[in-house]
């Protein structure tokens, strides 16, 4: 009987055992990727769900809602108010057919819609009527089905000069520390339900003598809330102008509260302009 190890029992290898092949290692930068890839995928899934159907962001870009919304307001819409269309979901995606799980606005709610005729801008505005309601405006006063909505004078409403400012020469002003004002003429107006709301009303334009619209079935009628400064329901549709009546499958969702608020003089390359432009006041109001 021979002692000496044999090759296969010093290598460690059972007697008489077969070459093998090596186990395959998986390369670890190529799961890493596939990991990344699985984790932007699931995180781009959540916030089209979030944005589709529970609540999305929305700044504003103009003056026509002052003074309730300044431009440089950040706010947050809540998507299920009136139902679901495929103008809730990004890029108008045709995946809803028709509208489902509809509702009507309420007057006086604050919405944000595509804006037709182009239907591919996201507008905000006010509803002032219903379908089958009437609307007109005659000097400056707003009737509602033939009656007209209280309309009370109270204090100006004044805005510090900044970037996001648009004042015109009208409307400047002084405050007493000597820093630049917009002043404003403004009134509360109060619809049929109980729904209060400031209005502006800078002087008499075309804007404040209308016919008589009557609302057609499954749309609304909208306004700015400054009055002699907006393209809404007043005027016929209009790419870049008017809206007309407005499509309930058009409205995306309910405008909720304000996160941000800028004046707009801070720069991206100094991060402590961030908090010196920011409109703290405005954080956190509600609608």
Same mark, same amino acid.
């Given at each position: &009987?021979?002692?000496?190890?044999?090759?296969?029992?010093?290598?460690?290898?059972?007697?008489?055992?077969?070459?093998?092949?090596?186990?395959?290692?998986?390369?670890?930068?190529?799961?890493?990727?596939?990991?990344?890839?699985?984790?932007?995928?699931?995180?781009?899934? *959540?916030?089209?769900? /979030?944005?589709?159907?529970?609540?999305?962001?929305?700044? +504003?870009?103009?003056?026509?809602?002052?003074?309730?919304?300044?431009?440089?307001?950040?706010?947050? +819409?809540?998507?299920?108010?009136?139902?679901?269309?495929?103008?809730?979901?990004?890029?108008?995606?045709?995946?809803?057919?028709?509208?489902?799980?509809?509702?009507?606005?309420?007057?006086?709610?604050?919405?944000?819609?595509?804006?037709?005729?182009?239907?591919?801008?996201?507008?905000?505005?006010?509803? +002032?009527?219903?379908?089958?309601?009437?609307?007109?405006?005659?000097?400056?006063?707003?009737?509602?089905?033939?009656?007209?909505?209280?309309?009370?004078? /109270?204090?100006?409403?004044?805005?510090?000069?900044?970037?996001?400012?648009?004042? =015109?020469?009208?409307?400047?002003?002084?405050?007493?520390?000597?820093?630049? +004002?917009?002043?404003?003429?403004?009134?509360?107006?109060?619809?049929?339900?109980?729904?209060?709301?400031?209005?502006?009303?800078?002087?008499?334009?075309?804007?404040?003598?209308?016919?008589?619209?009557?609302?057609? *079935?499954?749309?609304?009628?909208? &306004?700015?809330?400054?009055?002699?400064?907006?393209?809404?329901?007043?005027?016929?549709?209009?790419?870049?102008?008017?809206?007309?009546?407005?499509? /309930?499958?058009?409205? =995306?969702?309910?405008?909720?509260?304000?996160?941000?608020?800028?004046?707009?003089?801070?720069?991206?390359?100094?991060?402590?302009?961030?908090?010196?432009?920011?409109?703290?006041?405005?954080?956190?109001?509600?609608?």
């Amino acid at each position: &009987m021979n002692d000496s190890a044999t090759e296969d029992e010093q290598a460690g290898k059972p007697i008489g055992a077969k070459p093998g092949k090596a186990p395959d290692k998986k390369p670890e930068g190529s799961s890493e990727v596939r990991e990344t890839l699985s984790f932007l995928l699931k995180l781009a899934l *959540a916030v089209f769900i /979030i944005r589709s159907f529970l609540i999305s962001p929305f700044v +504003i870009p103009s003056e026509s809602m002052l003074p309730r919304l300044l431009v440089g307001d950040y706010l947050f +819409i809540t998507k299920w108010n009136y139902g679901y269309s495929k103008y809730s979901l990004p890029f108008n995606l045709p995946l809803i057919p028709g509208r489902i799980f509809a509702s009507n606005p309420t007057r006086g709610d604050v919405v944000v819609f595509k804006a037709p005729p182009t239907n591919n801008q996201d507008w905000i505005k006010r509803v +002032i009527g219903l379908p089958g309601d009437t609307v007109q405006m005659r000097g400056g006063q707003l009737f509602l089905n033939g009656k007209a909505v209280p309309k009370q004078r /109270i204090a100006d409403f004044v805005e510090p000069v900044s970037p996001n400012t648009h004042c =015109e020469p009208a409307f400047q002003d002084t405050a007493e520390d000597g820093t630049a +004002i917009c002043r404003y003429p403004q009134y509360r107006e109060t619809l049929p339900n109980g729904k209060s709301y400031n209005v502006l009303d800078l002087g008499q334009t075309i804007a404040d003598d209308t016919q008589v619209f009557k609302v057609p *079935a499954d749309h609304v009628f909208l &306004m700015g809330d400054n009055r002699d400064n907006s393209e809404d329901s007043r005027f016929p549709q209009m790419a870049g102008g008017g809206i007309g009546y407005v499509p /309930i499958k058009n409205l =995306e969702g309910k405008a909720v509260v304000n996160f941000w608020s800028t004046d707009g003089s801070a720069s991206w390359v100094l991060p402590w302009t961030w908090f010196t432009a920011a409109r703290w006041d405005r954080i956190g109001e509600g609608f």
